[in-house]
């Protein structure tokens, strides 16, 4: 059982928790045993041996428990300590009711790890792999699968376990010759990593692993019935399934265009859909040309930001997407992405930025959405802003040119 710090949130559960880390000295433990069989539910691959944790509960003093002492003590005190999040943890478990009377009750957390608080931040110190002390979305070493959300991650049997989702992008039509980059989006219900698998691409055409991204060129026509796969650790798997078409390539017919309608935003929110106030000349950022551009965020408080814009890519042509992006922000830290800007085209997500990525000027974007030849796709941008400290994420002369 690992540790955890807790702050208060203004997000419906009331509290975010972190890795329990007073200083180099006290915090919460991990690592991969030296002597302890790996039991068979764990699927980390860093450690060949077991690894700690399993799940976590609050250990920090500064934000623990609060006990009322009789005995040797003077009324209330605030206590922590792995010796706190234990028992909390064997509560739970006894809460949860009896196991089943041949099992290890350790192994229940890794069925139902949707039933569980994931915790995604903080370290309690530098290791290789890095998951071994620092958090992260799923597994990891400090705080394991996460805490209690209340006892259904505790109890025996799968009935509640990760689900796993992908999203079908669609059938695609495609060119022979032409360069392909597609984004396979896919959630877990505990947030946990994903491995990708395909069947049936295209000639020329393969998938990544550990991103789901299927690049190549198509070298061969005809129409291909592919499924694509993610499965997490714990083996729960999901897919879905599109046709392939690709056609011989046009050989040079294609028209070149610029295919956005307002591009620069000079005409102001004409052929967009904006958020109220995205679309400005608020001299406060400045744009990449002309006097319009698109600010999302900014606020330095809780906010949602969309821009977006619907397309038809002719069949038989390649496209490439160009935007100029600004990011600045009052965030301080080098290492967690509070604020995020999104880019998606339809169901594929083209790029994701954050605060991490502040400039102090304009930077232009470039993706290849020829895979998109003979369909209308929409060009997304969703801004999301946390509760305190401002990151603008500025966009500016869009192109989605073909040729």
Not at 16 to 26: D, F, L, P
Not at 221 to 248: E, H, I, L, N, Q
Not at 308 to 321: D, E, I, M, N, Y
Request: hydrophobic share 30%; aromatic share 8%.
């Amino acid at each position: 059982v690992g540790g955890t710090a807790l702050t208060t949130s203004s997000a419906t559960r009331g509290w975010s928790e972190s890795v329990w880390k007073t200083n180099s000295t006290e915090g919460t433990g991990s690592g991969c045993s030296a002597y302890d069989t790996k039991p068979s539910w764990q699927t980390d691959t860093g450690c060949s041996r077991r690894m700690e944790s399993d799940v976590s509960a609050v250990a920090d003093p500064a934000t623990g428990v609060a006990v009322y002492d009789t005995y040797g003590g003077s009324g209330w005190a605030v206590y922590g300590g792995t010796s706190a999040s234990s028992p909390i943890i064997a509560g739970v478990y006894a809460l949860a009711g009896t196991p089943g009377s041949a099992d290890y009750p350790a192994k229940y957390p890794y069925s139902h790890t949707s039933s569980l608080y994931d915790v995604t931040s903080g370290n309690n110190g530098s290791c290789s792999p890095s998951y071994f002390c620092t958090a992260g979305t799923g597994y990891d070493g400090p705080t394991g699968w996460g805490t209690p959300n209340g006892t259904a991650a505790f109890t025996a049997g799968t009935t509640t376990g990760n689900t796993v989702t992908v999203t079908s992008p669609g059938n695609r039509s495609t060119a022979t010759g032409s360069s392909v980059s597609l984004q396979i989006a896919a959630t877990d219900s505990a947030g946990a990593a994903l491995t990708y698998s395909a069947t049936g691409l295209p000639t020329g055409l393969s998938i990544n692993a550990s991103t789901g991204l299927v690049s190549g060129t198509a070298s061969t026509a005809g129409t291909y019935a592919v499924t694509v796969t993610a499965k997490d650790g714990t083996g729960a798997s999901g897919s879905a399934s599109f046709t392939w078409t690709v056609s011989t390539s046009g050989g040079g017919t294609c028209t070149s265009a610029q295919l956005l309608a307002n591009p620069g935003f000079e005409s102001g929110s004409t052929s967009w859909t904006a958020s109220s106030g995205v679309i400005t000349t608020d001299t406060g950022e400045a744009a990449h040309g002309g006097s319009y551009k698109a600010w999302l965020d900014g606020y330095g408080s809780t906010h949602t930001d969309t821009l977006s814009q619907s397309v038809t890519v002719p069949a038989g042509c390649k496209a490439t997407l160009t935007f100029y992006l600004h990011i600045d922000t009052a965030e301080t830290s080098t290492s967690t992405a509070y604020d995020k800007l999104t880019v998606t085209a339809g169901s594929t997500t083209l790029a994701t930025y954050s605060n991490l990525n502040k400039a102090t000027g304009y930077a232009q974007k470039t993706f290849d959405l020829s895979s998109f030849a003979g369909s209308t796709v929409t060009l997304k941008f969703s801004g999301a802003e946390d509760s305190s400290q401002q990151t603008s994420f500025v966009v500016d002369d869009t192109a989605l040119t073909t040729g």
